[in-house]
């Protein structure tokens, strides 16, 4: 356990306000500060910062609590490695923590054995079989790319890597939670990738986090990834953002696999990224954006690529990056284009790449023959919808004349049109906001008695978590009034057997010291019950009420004669004791 000095000084070294904004634009209104959530797709702002507090709390999602609780769902950490990566831009010192030390050494390991594996692979590339070698030179990657990027080969037999690793000290349970060997049904290990060319995926802080692996022969899948483990999440890391984020360039290249990425990079481009493997997803698009506010799409021109693409362009609007498509003509992807036509070329269509709301209008044909009127039909609904989530009005009436001049549709009717759809999304935004707001607010219960009872006891118990964060002097008070009552919430018994804990001990009962034992889904609760509170605390009249009614539940409880006779003989017993 963190002492709380220590946890005080982390506090005091890293406000939320200055490491929240070093992440999404904040704006200041009076004494909060709001922004669009960094943890769900938005276009207006519902998560609000309270800095008297140093918490969060976002309306949308239910998001909320304190810097570390931030700083572990951006960046998917466990509680111990957000204090360690505070620590670090405070420029403070940890004390020894044994539990999280343990799982830091876990994490360690895992880096270790990663990087010996890399290593391996690397060292295996010009080994007796050149097969992967040679694969690397037909695709005319030179010497120092094949470096700089550690590409390396894994050999077609079953248990080579695990034979090296475990001959390195590691054992077999870590080589499994590495993600690097797997066992099989009779009790031993193989190694995940054989036969392979391997790509190794490593993080902004220069970690070799995970690797990527392509066949040599028909095998399938073509393209294997590394398992999720303690270090590696496919789906919110990008491959080769450890070079791209140094590029000093703000536009972001996002092409579709490894070898795009590689050519592209060794043409002269370093700003280049790849998704591993899946579709780019809202935690990848929102980390684009801390190093760029441009977007060029470079995905190949087949139907797939076209799909991912429309797919790109809805995750980089809700993140604010302004997207460009890359038109590849006579070649299938930006590999084979530089391979055709060198750098020079790739470098004019970066600067010709048309902006994706061009793209989206064009796409909207597709599938459909325009000389049917059913289908001319279908085609202005898709524009409609297209130019509707186009932010700018100026830049929507540019592309409303547009559409206008090709459909033979007044602007002023398509105008109207947008408009009549924009107020329905709206609408059902706001719908959706409301009942979300609901089920965070009001947990789901029958209207019956029992249903409208538990809600009751919920917002009475949320209430006096409230105070009692506001008022931790009041804690014991509350829990001698509190000792017979057992018709509680598991919430509510959880932080509140925390805060009893933490007042025995005489430390400070504080959202941050609540953070070390609550999960990241339970901090957003307790943020709401604080970001609830802020416009008007809770006073001592309203915690005795909610003390009263949560005793009251006891009553309300008796269901049955059998509740009757145990109530009565619990009552009995505690008399004669």
Not at 66 to 87: C, G, K
Not at 120 to 148: D, E, M, W
């Amino acid at each position: 356990m963190l002492s709380d000095v220590f946890m005080e000084q982390l506090r005091m070294a890293c406000p939320i306000e200055t490491v929240m904004g070093s992440y999404v634009p904040l704006i200041r209104r009076g004494r909060t500060l709001v922004c669009n959530c960094p943890f769900h797709s938005e276009k207006t702002p519902s998560c609000t910062v309270y800095p008297d507090q140093q918490s969060f709390y976002c309306y949308g999602c239910g998001a909320g609590g304190d810097v570390i609780t931030f700083m572990r769902r951006m960046e998917n950490l466990t509680f111990m490695e957000a204090v360690e990566t505070l620590a670090k831009r405070g420029g403070l010192t940890i004390p020894e923590n044994k539990e999280e030390q343990k799982r830091s050494q876990t994490r360690a390991r895992t880096l270790e054995i990663n990087r010996e594996t890399a290593n391996f692979y690397y060292r295996n590339l010009s080994g007796s079989n050149k097969t992967g070698l040679a694969y690397f030179v037909q695709r005319r990657l030179a010497p120092a790319t094949i470096k700089k990027y550690g590409l390396g080969f894994a050999p077609d037999q079953w248990d080579a890597l695990a034979k090296h690793l475990v001959k390195k000290g590691f054992s077999e349970e870590e080589l499994i939670t590495a993600g690097v060997c797997h066992r099989s049904k009779k009790g031993g290990i193989y190694d995940v990738f054989r036969n392979r060319v391997i790509f190794p995926i490593v993080d902004v802080r220069g970690n070799v986090i995970g690797f990527g692996g392509r066949v040599m022969d028909d095998s399938t899948p073509k393209y294997l990834n590394t398992s999720q483990t303690p270090v590696f999440d496919k789906g919110r890391n990008l491959f080769s953002l450890n070079f791209a984020k140094d590029a000093s360039s703000r536009i972001m290249i996002l092409a579709e696999g490894y070898m795009d990425v590689i050519a592209i990079h060794q043409a002269g481009f370093p700003n280049v990224v790849a998704t591993l493997g899946t579709a780019i997803t809202p935690d990848q698009a929102r980390k684009i954006s801390q190093y760029a506010s441009e977007v060029i799409i470079a995905y190949d021109s087949d139907g797939a690529g076209q799909k991912a693409t429309q797919k790109a362009i809805a995750h980089f609007n809700e993140v604010g990056l302004n997207t460009r498509i890359l038109h590849i003509t006579d070649a299938k992807d930006p590999d084979e284009y530089i391979k055709k036509f060198g750098a020079d070329r790739f470098r004019l269509l970066l600067e010709q790449s048309g902006d994706a709301i061009a793209f989206q209008m064009e796409q909207c044909k597709s599938g459909l023959e325009l000389s049917k009127e059913s289908d001319k039909g279908k085609w202005l609904n898709r524009l409609v919808e297209v130019l509707a989530n186009v932010p700018n009005r100026l830049t929507r009436d540019v592309y409303i004349s547009k559409a206008a001049a090709e459909t033979d549709i007044s602007p002023d009717t398509l105008r109207s049109q947008i408009d009549l759809y924009s107020r329905k999304e709206r609408r059902k935004q706001k719908k959706n906001n409301w009942d979300q707001l609901k089920q965070q607010t009001a947990p789901l219960a029958q209207r019956t008695p029992e249903g409208e009872s538990q809600q009751h006891l919920e917002r009475a118990e949320e209430t006096l978590l409230g105070y009692l964060l506001l008022r931790p002097e009041a804690i014991a008070d509350t829990a001698s009034q509190l000792t017979q009552v057992q018709n509680t919430t598991a919430f509510f018994q959880k932080v509140f057997t925390e805060m009893c804990r933490m007042e025995q001990q005489h430390r400070p009962c504080t959202l941050s010291a609540l953070g070390e034992t609550l999960s990241t889904e339970e901090m957003g609760r307790l943020s709401r019950i604080l970001a609830r509170q802020h416009t008007v605390p809770p006073n001592e009249e309203t915690a005795k009420d909610c003390i009263r009614a949560i005793c009251n539940q006891v009553s309300l409880s008796i269901n049955s004669n059998d509740d009757l006779l145990r109530l009565v003989a619990q009552k009995k017993n505690r008399s004669i004791s």
